[in-house]
């Protein structure tokens, strides 16, 4: 059995996670040093020249895991677009491989705590995120989702750093800044894609990057039209909430919108939130107080229907809006 403690760190391309992996290394060193990437196989090319530049200032070897698909690919195969309610690429294409890495190579702490049972091979571990200081609740939430491994957020410890020191910091030491970061997006990942994303986001896609735009709107109406011969009623990456009423958004129509010369909100980006838990804490409260409503009115009722009426309350695998 391996005792060295491993230091995994989620790397997700990005610079608050690159400098969360240099924290790691000043305190640790890298003998024991992992650098965990997730590939959805639609990354900018400059996030995988990051990835090799960051790789080489650190000292420690990219390990990559990927399901070899798409996020469009992946939509078309489970029937569902994704969105920022039911972000599927986000669990399958990111959290879950990451999880089955750490799954086959490191030890859970109930486990390490029953060490004699497993002389497997695998390692106890500490887990990194890269999450900056304005994101303490992504860190509490996946301590809670994923309590049986060690969680730390080095970036949301002193000295607190906000994403324009990074950069500065970064090109310091020779790092190229990626050019989602140049043009003005507020994470490197998906090739500025993110299903996620809030229509301010698509909104400049389409200013800076509008081939991806185009790209995007295609791979929407193809899926569209695939699960309607499917007999599957399809969802929008975007959601149209004028006038009190939520509609799905296509990208073809958001187009045709801005090229009309209609004005935009531009506080709607959403984000990304790949690294994270799949149930952020408003929707457990949310779960959490439909349970107590159903055993306020359970309890008002004879006692023997209490046990089939009580709400289930169990966690849901995908994100609220």
């Not at 709107?217 to 899926?223: L, M």
């Amino acid at each position: 059995m391996s005792d060295s403690l491993l230091h995994v760190v989620n790397f997700s391309g990005g610079l608050c996670s690159f400098w969360a992996a240099h924290r790691v290394k000043e305190r640790y060193g890298t003998e024991n040093m992992i650098l965990l990437f997730a590939d959805t196989l639609i990354e900018d090319s400059e996030l995988y020249e990051f990835n090799e530049q960051a790789s080489a200032i650190l000292g420690v070897p990219i390990t990559r895991v990927s399901v070899g698909l798409t996020p469009w690919e992946l939509f078309r195969k489970e029937g569902l677009i994704g969105n920022s309610r039911f972000p599927i690429c986000s669990v399958r294409l990111k959290r879950e491989p990451l999880d089955d890495w750490s799954f086959s190579n490191i030890r859970t702490l109930g486990e390490e705590q029953q060490e004699r049972f497993w002389d497997d091979g695998r390692s106890p571990a500490i887990h990194y995120v890269g999450f900056d200081w304005t994101e303490g609740q992504r860190t509490a939430d996946i301590r809670r989702e994923k309590p049986w491994w060690r969680w730390e957020a080095p970036m949301q410890e002193a000295p607190i750093w906000d994403k324009c020191r990074m950069e500065r910091e970064a090109s310091a030491l020779g790092l190229k800044i990626p050019l989602l970061y140049r043009l003005g997006f507020p994470h490197n990942n998906c090739g500025g894609r993110c299903v996620r994303a809030g229509i301010s986001h698509f909104v400049h896609l389409h200013e800076v990057l509008p081939e991806r735009y185009l790209e995007w709107e295609a791979e929407e109406a193809i899926t569209r039209a695939d699960f309607i011969t499917r007999g599957i009623e399809p969802l929008s990456v975007l959601k149209d909430r004028r006038g009190g009423q939520t509609r799905n958004l296509w990208l073809s129509d958001l187009r045709e919108r801005i090229e009309s010369g209609e004005q935009f909100p531009d506080n709607d980006w959403g984000g990304c939130g790949c690294g994270g838990a799949t149930q952020t804490v408003p929707e457990m409260h949310a779960g959490a107080l439909q349970q107590s409503a159903a055993m306020a009115m359970a309890e008002a009722r004879p006692l023997q229907s209490t046990a089939t009426e009580r709400a289930d309350g169990s966690a849901k695998e995908v994100d609220t809006d």
